[in-house]
Every structure is written in structure tokens, then in C-alpha cells.
């Protein structure tokens, strides 16, 4: 069975940068029939897509976000990463990390969820 | 980029009630459309893939349909467990969410 595990740092300073590493297990970041994405949540709203990554290594960003954000892979400890950069208060949110099947089916797999707040 | 219009975004129901929750893009999207649900403290789960395939394990009385820039989610009989927040995904050109439907008790 697929799982996804999100973590990194609970509390981010504003003006700093958010960093969070998902893990995979059950089941392999290489392969071409993957994105891999983040998607966040702020308390009490909706869901926004932040962005995706294949194994090929092409990104794909939510245009509002593009400027501050960075995913990554690291295959070798079947990992991805998101960096959020300037942060402030707003970026507060729980960030879930996700698979998407190329073509077929957005988002089937989701990690639990992160909770990052952003304050001084 | 395609936006993603869901409506209402929030309605009240009874148990046995028929739901129906609609979600509008921007652009034609072929069927490249999914269903959420969400339960507080919860990540989202995937209902409905491509406008109206039913996820693995997901009850017969979701039905989703369908396509070009009109999606329709509908819950037949609604069940205690249904109630939730419910969302729409584009995915035929990067993703977008829609704005998020809460279904509640009457």
C-alpha cells in the first residue's frame, strides 16, 4: 500500500523559507506514470494546488506561487521536496503532499498533512 | 489559467436527500475532472476520476458527469457519512481547484 509522509518544521519565521520533504513508501518515485505534488490547505479554507514534479525531473508550478517555489526529487531516498521562499503570513496552512497518474486520475494518494505556521 | 467556479459552496441536507453540486471551468477540459471529499482533520479523497469513473472502493450513489466546461457531482441518498466538504480538480492543464461545496445537516 502507497503511503506519503510529510515533514519539515512546524513554525517558519516570516520573510524565511518553508522547507518540506515528502516520503514514499510502498511503492516507487521512479516512474514515468507519476507527478508528484503539493497542495496546501489554510485553516478553515480551501485547497490550492502549489505544485508538481515528475521523475523526469520537469516542474510544474501554480502561477501565483511560481516566483517563491522550488520542488525537487531525490529518488535515491525515494523523497520529494518543496521550498516556499519569503514566507509570511498567509503561506499558513496545512501542506499535503500527493500522487497524480499521469492522464488517468489527479491526486489519489495523499500524505496526512503537515500544519506549517508562519510567525515571528 | 483555467479557474474552477463550484457551486454552492454550502447547502443543507437531509439523510436520504439527493445532492447535486456543480462545478463550471473557465475553458473546455475535456473530462478531466475529479470529485473530492473531505472530512475536518482530514486529506482530501478521491471520488471521481475523469469526470464520471468512479474511484476504487467508493459507493455507487456518487456519480459524477460531465464534460467540455459543465460537471455535475450527485449523491444519491445521502448517507450520515456523507456529510463533508466536497471539491472539483482540473487536470488537463496543471490543476485547479474549485472553491469547495460543505454539505451540513438540516
Known amino acids: 500500500q502507497l503511503q506519503l509522509q510529510e515533514s519539515g518544521p512546524g513554525l517558519v519565521k516570516p520573510s524565511e523559507t518553508l522547507s518540506l520533504t515528502c516520503t514514499i513508501s510502498?511503492?516507487?518515485?521512479?516512474?514515468?506514470?507519476?507527478?508528484w505534488g503539493w497542495i496546501r490547505q489554510p485553516p478553515g479554507k480551501g485547497l490550492q494546488w502549489i505544485g508538481s514534479?515528475?521523475?523526469?525531473?520537469?516542474?510544474y508550478y501554480n502561477p501565483s506561487l511560481k516566483s517563491r517555489v522550488t520542488i525537487s526529487l531525490d529518488t535515491s531516498k525515494n523523497q520529494f521536496s518543496l521550498n516556499l521562499r519569503s514566507v509570511t503570513a498567509a503561506d499558513t496552512a496545512v501542506y499535503y503532499c500527493?500522487?497524480?497518474?499521469?492522464?488517468?486520475?489527479?491526486?489519489?494518494?495523499w500524505g496526512q498533512g503537515a500544519l506549517v505556521t508562519v510567525s515571528s | 489559467a483555467i479557474q474552477m467556479t463550484q457551486s454552492p459552496s454550502s447547502l443543507s441536507a437531509s439523510v436520504g436527500d439527493r445532492v447535486t453540486i456543480t462545478c463550471r471551468a473557465s475553458?473546455?477540459?475535456?473530462?478531466?475532472l475529479g470529485w473530492y471529499q473531505q472530512k475536518p482533520g482530514k486529506a482530501p479523497k478521491l471520488l471521481i476520476h475523469?469526470?464520471?469513473s468512479l474511484q476504487s472502493g467508493v459507493p455507487s450513489r456518487f456519480r459524477g458527469s460531465g464534460s467540455g466546461t459543465d460537471f455535475t457531482l450527485t449523491i444519491n441518498s445521502l448517507q450520515p457519512e456523507d456529510f463533508a466538504t466536497y471539491y472539483c480538480?482540473?487536470?488537463?492543464?496543471?490543476?485547479?481547484f474549485g472553491q469547495g461545496t460543505k454539505v451540513e445537516i438540516k
Open positions: 500527493a500522487r497524480d497518474i499521469a492522464g488517468t486520475h489527479p491526486f489519489d494518494y
Open positions: 510502498g511503492g516507487s518515485i521512479s516512474s514515468s506514470s507519476y507527478y
Open positions: 514534479i515528475h521523475y523526469s525531473g520537469s516542474t
Open positions: 475553458q473546455g477540459i475535456r473530462n478531466d
Open positions: 475523469g469526470a464520471s
Open positions: 480538480i482540473q487536470d488537463y492543464d496543471l490543476w485547479t
